[in-house]
């Protein structure tokens, strides 16, 4: 390669090359094209080379792997073939004769959708269950199922929809399914719909899985990085979500997802009070949220291996800095604070040269990173997350067959029902 570009760049100096060979202008006008024609040829490997690399898959990499989010497993398993249309026929009459459907008919409704139609109509099927008696007995199988069948047919809003409305469609996926939709989402680089998976995770308490810690806080530091613009609601979701997750990785990344979250559950505190911290989430009424991000910082002191990143320290100055511009941390709602309330408010300015004390401190003892929680995130990703996989997948091939058995022994009960109900008559 280098010979021929050096063979091209002779032959560029043209008033030297045509005074030393002394070739007339047809023949060297010949002798450019060859050369021309050599380079192409070169240089031909390379760009055939660019074109067939994918960078997108090299960039996804990091996330979950093919083998993971492989449907193959799913599809392969024994499956009862129906008729869609005669089971929602039988569905229609049953409810209409004001009886329960059982588990196993809406259960093969759902295995058996083959277009994105026919997942709208079991978005339906499924609210009409989980609003009749046997709304507890949806099968952890078929929530999977759902989901499955929501990607594989470009549905993924069907799913998310019911996954926000949980309690109107009986959607409680297990690790495992919640892992796929959040991959999903962050594949595509919506991290706003991968956070908002998230949020049902934190909301059902499932950060069991160190899989599922890392994916929820790729996603949260991935959206955190385009510095949205963020209603209280969301802070106080997202704070949650970082805390909660945090508390489960006992290392740099656990950390500053621990010092952020409860920073800004801290911040809904002092704004609004703690009762609008803790309704409806999965949190302690106690204060002290802020209180309690400081002690994170505190004991960051004492661990020889974690360090803190700037970015994170910064945003929770910001985030003091903010409350005391903002009337002394006073609330911004038209109820008055209450008495637990007003005295968790006067101790912000503590809260703030305690801060400065400790960024000192970790100054002082080097423990302050200049990497991004984003970075810190996706280096504990690459690190941890193929080993994480392989576990998972080989505990989901076991909870398969065990879906698998139990599916068998429905088929069994209901067969087994039917011969005795036609004896009797």
Known sequence: ?????????????????????????????????????????????????????????????????????????????LRDA???????????????????????????????????????????????????????????????????????????????YTLKNKVQFGMFPDDFTFNLLIDSFIKDKDFRGACSVVEEVMLQESFERTSTQIMSLYALSKYLATKPELSWQEERNMGASLMLAGLKQENSVGFNARLLGLALIGKVELSRGIHAVFHEMPLIWTSGYLGRALAVMDAVCDFRDVKLSEEVLDHVEKILQDLSVNADGQNVTDTPLEEEDELETQKLPEYINRFKELKERLVSQDRIDSRSLESLVSALMQQTLAACENADIAEYQRTVSVWEAELQQLIQRERETKEKNQKSV
């Not at 005074?19 to 055939?48: D, Y």
């Open 1 to 77: 390669m280098l010979v021929i570009i050096r063979y091209f760049q002779m032959l560029s100096d043209s008033s030297s090359w045509r005074f030393s060979v002394n070739l007339p202008p047809r023949a060297e006008w010949f002798s450019l094209k060859m050369a021309a024609s050599i380079l192409q040829r070169g240089l031909s490997p390379l760009q055939t080379f660019t074109k067939c690399v994918d960078y997108r898959s090299i960039a996804r990499r990091c996330l979950l792997s093919s083998a993971y989010t492989d449907p193959a497993v799913w599809e392969q398993r």
């Open 82 to 160: 129906q008729d869609l249309g005669q089971l929602a026929s039988l569905m229609d009459r049953t409810y209409a004769r004001k009886f329960p459907v059982s588990s196993l008919v809406i259960a093969r409704f759902v295995d058996n959708l083959s277009s994105k139609e026919e997942v709208d109509q079991a978005q339906y099927y499924l609210y009409k269950f989980r609003h009749s008696p046997n709304c507890w007995y949806l099968r952890d199988w078929t929530i999977h199922s759902w989901i499955q069948h929501c990607l594989k047919y470009g549905a993924r809003d069907k799913a998310l």
